[in-house]
């Protein structure tokens, strides 16, 4: 009972330690505003967009009806839902200009305490509360905050000291640990696809280290499971990702700029602005290497190869994938190029730096100034090569009202349908257009997300050009009757043909049976893990009462 008061008032005092570190991290918006780097718009416009279509009622969303300036995309089935979930629910509570910060703060603090949670297990609680708070304000998650918004990736961040937590307890804990690491698993690609890639390929490898380390084959037999069971537990997401993956433009996701090729550390392409931020996540990465490098070399005699050899092959997988030599690996390896930007490893590399900082330096001083030196490649790369973009709360305010009015905003080209070109969209079109030999009177009746309709009176059959996407989930009636609806060549946008006369029109979504399908797996697998934890803890209290007699 003792030990469990004194383990609960740990993890308080790492949690106020954590969310006050987060906390300081973001002081500089008070003065700047709020950091509006690479992929703000898209996350904030997501959340102001799933939180009016819960109030509509769509529990689940699918389709982005303000993508693209009103035509639409199918975001919300290709892009993984925890973090446009969390922050539509921050929005529920919250001013929007005040969402973006209690969004990072909260993430940032989730960081540090899944990492105390590791580290607790491998060092004294102070020693863990010092890699917490480096783990959790690290240089590459301070870039993330103020340059790239990436908000998806920075949540996925809270989960990856826990995956190496349950890897180390593989061989004491055995089948107990496969339920937590499905859930890890599952966390992965719920959050961020490049993420749950490299936590898949981590897992592996930090899983063939365990099982060479302790002979065990059971070991890999545990974390199949897992990845079996957890992705299973994904599977409400991933099988519709699977199944539709045909029907969008989804390979614009490697489109030049955003491929391997072009994002290894100090790569330069004819892009200045590319070639700018390349140099401030190549800066950081080098900073972080070298104090990686040295700490293990230190650390090698004074760590116990249980922990000293996982940090060595994580550091060094994550440094090496991030170098141009290993192009062949981005190309061959299966859908590693997905992860996109090499330089993204440094979320794996995090925490390794993070431990072995603590492992190899025993003076206190000396921990806090390598860890300064670090944090100061932030203000360095801020200075020296390109400050960021900020956003006022004016600015924010105009984002939502575009939401609310209708007005939208640009998108993006992989979750339109397979052949569609927005760039050849016109924004100002009309909901529908009428075309044919005589006229035609269109009134809207209701335009929703998901639902739609019109009542047209045309003096000789036609069609209408819808200013929407044609997407195959979009079913139509005309006068109670469904037809078959035609796509424009350029734009893939929606043609209803109309008979002369009065016509009453319904475009609806239908769910489709992956996701429905995916559910159930869901829900099976969730059930499962309940009945494999709910065994392993009644084995675990058999043997301890069989000690105790």
Not at 20 to 28: E, S
Not at 179 to 205: D, E, K
Not at 356 to 378: K, Y
Not at 391 to 401: G, H, L, S, T
Request: one cysteine or more; proline letters at 6%.
């Amino acid at each position: 009972m003792a030990d469990a008061r004194s383990l609960k008032h740990q993890f308080i005092i790492a949690a106020i330690l954590m969310g006050t570190a987060a906390f300081c991290a973001l002081i500089p918006w008070f003065w700047c505003g709020i950091p509006s780097g690479h992929d703000f718009e898209y996350h904030l416009n997501s959340w102001i967009e799933v939180l009016a279509q819960w109030r509509q009622g769509i529990l689940y969303p699918h389709w982005s009806a303000l993508a693209h300036f009103g035509y639409g995309e199918a975001r919300y089935i290709f892009y993984p839902p925890a973090s446009w979930t969390l922050g539509a629910v921050l929005g529920a509570l919250l001013p929007w200009k005040i969402v973006p910060a209690a969004y990072n703060w909260l993430a940032l603090t989730l960081a540090g305490m899944s990492m105390f949670a590791l580290a607790r297990r491998l060092t004294t609680p102070s020693n863990a509360m010092f890699a917490a708070l480096f783990y959790a304000v690290n240089p590459y998650h301070l870039v993330i905050v103020y340059w790239r918004s990436a908000e998806a990736e920075l949540l996925a961040a809270s989960y990856l000291p826990l995956l190496l937590l349950f890897v180390l307890r593989l061989d004491e804990d055995g089948s107990r640990v496969i339920t937590p690491l499905s859930l890890i698993v599952a966390a992965g690609w719920l959050t961020n696809i490049p993420s749950a890639v490299m936590i898949m390929y981590s897992l592996g490898a930090l899983a063939l280290w365990a099982a060479i380390f302790r002979r065990s084959g059971k070991i890999l037999l545990h974390v199949a499971a897992a990845i079996a069971l957890g992705m299973g537990v994904a599977a409400i997401y991933l099988l519709p990702v699977f199944h539709q993956r045909g029907w969008v433009n989804l390979r614009q996701v490697l489109s030049p700029g955003i491929r391997p090729l072009e994002n290894f550390l100090f790569t330069v392409t004819r892009d200045p602005d590319h070639n700018r931020f390349n140099r401030i996540v190549s800066v950081v990465a080098l900073w972080e290497i070298i104090i990686l490098v040295v700490s293990l070399w230190i650390a090698r005699r004074r760590s116990a190869k249980k922990i000293w050899q996982p940090l060595l092959l994580w550091g060094t997988i994550s440094t090496v994938l991030m170098v141009k030599i290993t192009l062949p690996l981005w190309n061959h390896l299966p859908v590693l190029e997905y992860v996109q930007f090499p330089w993204r490893w440094l979320l794996c590399l995090n925490v390794a730096v993070a431990l072995v900082v603590v492992f190899a330096l025993e003076r206190w001083w000396l921990r806090i100034l390598i860890c300064a030196i670090a944090l100061l490649s932030v203000p360095f790369v801020w200075h020296r090569i390109q400050p960021p973009w900020w956003d006022k709360p004016a600015d924010i305010q105009e984002m939502v009202d575009n939401e609310h009015d209708g007005i939208g905003n640009d998108g993006t080209d992989e979750y339109v349908p397979s052949g569609a070109d927005p760039s050849d969209i016109d924004q100002n079109a009309p909901l529908a257009v009428y075309h044919g030999s005589g006229a035609a009177q269109i009134n809207i009746a209701g335009w929703q997300t998901e639902q739609r309709q019109l009542n047209v009176t045309a003096t000789a059959p036609g069609t209408l050009t819808m200013r929407l996407f044609n997407y195959p989930l979009w079913t139509v009636q005309v006068n109670g009757q469904r037809i078959t609806t035609q796509s424009t060549d350029d734009t893939v946008q929606m043609l209803i043909p109309i008979p002369a006369g009065e016509s009453r029109i319904q475009i609806l979504w239908a769910e489709a049976w992956d996701r429905k399908l995916g559910a159930g797996i869901s829900a099976l697998c969730l059930l499962l893990l309940g009945l494999i934890w709910m065994r392993c803890n009644r084995s675990v209290n058999l043997d301890r009462s069989v000690v105790v007699s």
